[in-house]
């Protein structure tokens, strides 16, 4: 991305936020809760290693195993994982209706502004383009989270401190195998975010073809423009078509190349780990 769209994207995401302004303290809230949710996953994946090796194993070798101990350790796991659901259940729950208030806060401010546009704008786009950004875009911007993100990060930090207190060699490892995975998946990723910004711009040509030509097919009849018409929505529908399927193909390549690279990753660590064990 060159320095200018760098700046753009700045301005789009600080005007996003700006939608937030009224929403701040729930906001607040989702990020403590997010903040929990992944403290209490990463908590409780590390939890099981220790009530596995002071718990469990030393029952294993007594006559007359007392599991008292073993009960209360199970009573604080069950706690945590209680408490890493509910901050989900709560902040999903929460960032819904933060959702759809920003939603309709930006339909308002682009119909307000709509009235303020000269005739020139309505003479120079179609029809389909503008109700394509009430609909098609208004809903590509839903998708985007902003907790999710911070969910993830607060997480991938979570995990990487886990990983250094339990082996900080196999950590070394699975930092730089996830820096390659990462590598790979921009790239996926690149190549996809491209084919959908056309793919977006191919919906709003489709939509306004398709709204012109239903309010002037009175028109085309007329004239006998038929055979043009429909020559001129193949073209714009196949322009759809090769966007829409290239943005899909690369973004479905991003889930299995994760989740081999993920695999293999394991595979590794196994290894490694084995090895390390074996060494003492």
Do not use: W
């Not at 875009?137 to 979570?158: C, E, G, K, N, Y």
């Not at 995990?159 to 390659?180: E, P």
């Not at 590598?183 to 073809?209: M, P, T, W």
Request: proline share 2%; net charge positive; with cysteine.
């Amino acid at each position: 991305m060159n320095k200018h769209g760098a700046q753009n994207t700045g301005k789009t995401i600080k005007r996003i936020l700006s939608y937030m302004k009224k929403y701040k303290f729930r906001f607040i809230f989702v990020l403590i809760c997010i903040l929990l949710s992944a403290v209490a996953n990463v908590a409780g994946s590390m939890f099981i290693g220790t009530l596995i090796d002071d718990y469990i194993t030393p029952l294993l070798g007594s006559t007359n195993p007392v599991f008292t101990g073993l009960l209360k350790a199970i009573c604080v796991m069950g706690i945590v994982y209680a408490v890493g659901i509910l901050a989900t259940l709560f902040y999903n729950r929460t960032m819904v209706s933060i959702a759809q208030g920003v939603l309709k806060k930006i339909r308002d401010d682009m119909f307000t502004h709509m009235q303020k546009l000269p005739i020139k704008y309505f003479d120079t786009h179609t029809h389909g383009d503008i109700m394509s950004y009430y609909t098609n875009d208004t809903d590509t911007l839903r998708q985007m989270s902003i907790p999710q993100m911070f969910s993830s990060a607060v997480t991938i930090i979570s995990v990487v401190v886990a990983m250094f207190i339990s082996n900080v060699y196999l950590a070394i490892f699975v930092l730089v195998f996830a820096t390659c995975m990462m590598f790979v998946i921009k790239k996926i990723a690149g190549a996809s975010g491209r084919f959908f910004v056309k793919q977006q711009q191919s919906i709003g040509k489709v939509n306004g073809y398709i709204e012109e030509m239903i309010n002037g097919q009175k028109v085309v009849k007329v004239f006998c423009h038929e055979e043009e018409a429909i020559e001129q929505f193949d073209k714009l529908n196949d322009q759809l078509f090769e966007s829409a399927d290239k943005a899909n193909r690369y973004s479905n390549l991003g889930g299995p190349a994760n989740t081999q690279l993920g695999n293999l990753s394991y595979v590794f660590c196994a290894m490694i780990g084995g090895a390390l064990a074996l060494s003492g």
